[in-house]
């Protein structure tokens, strides 16, 4: 027993050296960016305080007009063969108005039989997909009003074996510029899952969002070289103008096919064909698996939805660039395509943005089949929501 009431007298002891060893002046500790009580001055942090204060101590969740909540509605107008998996529509582009009405693109696959899983991604074949979006299409909807879609019909098929997206042609986006449209979209030579989600972007082009669209034939935005952090993957094309140039926002799945790392990356030219030229600081951001920005002020805000260290963030670059986190939101959009007023006019002062679609995923259940759906999410991220063109 004695030895029981010596260890803790030692114990104590310790634990008393310890604390007083804690509270004394750390040298070389930076002054803290904050107001604190004279008695919190100079403690030593734990590592959570530590990043609180010192690494993300502009963040205030509730205090600035990038923070919002999201509201989400059922659309009318897809028919999901009643949900049984075979049809799935996801990855919509951004929202543009024209001629009278809303135009959005998307991922449509209507295949036989559901995927097989990117891990039976042997087992697929010219009819059997892999992935939710192998063996997919582009197509395009258009509404009057934002909640009521017309499906009008296939933009861009996959075309015949080996040119850049023969099987399948994916997660696309739109650019405006001087009069004409662009559809950026990730081609893919291969089923997804057979190495890891791997391909580059491709482009069609067309005179009116009606179409006909066609296709560039040809890699637009090129794959990173052997060891580069883009080298695998080039996902989620997402334009916009800026300085008069073409900004082309992407992101990069970095470890493929290990567990996913993403990285969001920027190329930017003055032919929307390409070449194009990737930004020095590449990646720009750490997280986020689909990268949804729109001007916001003079700089771009940014949904970072799922994966990497930021998700749930969003984010603002003051110079286009560099990303600092603005707010911590919660059930963010995935692969949002908003309606982003300024997307394509060049603005110095951008408004925002106050709904979109994005997707819900249903990874597949027993009884229930893995599809994808569109939906509409509403938002403030705006600078005025009583603006009538947003
Ligand atoms: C999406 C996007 C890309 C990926 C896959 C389909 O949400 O990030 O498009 O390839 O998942």
Redesign the pocket.
Known sequence: MKRFYLAFLVMGLLSCKNSKKDTEVLENQKPFPYTVTDSSKNRKLSAAMDRSFNHYSNIHPKNNELYTNFKYTELKGFDYNSHDGTVSR??PSKVIFENGKYYVWY?KRDTPVIPVGAKNAEKSNDTIPS???DLSEIWFATSKDGFTWEEQGVAVPRPPKPEVGWRAV??TDILKWKGKYYLYY?GFMEA?GKRG?Y?PVTASYADSPDGPWTPAGKVVIENGPEGSWDQY?I??PYPLVHNGQIYIYY?SAFNRPNPVWVGGGLVTGDNPLGPFKKHLLNPLTSSG??VTLFPFKEGLGAIVAKDGTEHFTIQYAKDWVNFEIASICELVP??TGPFVPDAFTDTKYGRGITWGMSHFVNAGKPGINPHSILVRFDCDLSLDVDDPEM
Do not use: P
């Open positions: 996801r990855d991922t992935t939710d979006w994916t997660t990730q997804s989600d391909c993957a996902h989620d992101k698996h689909e995935v692969a």
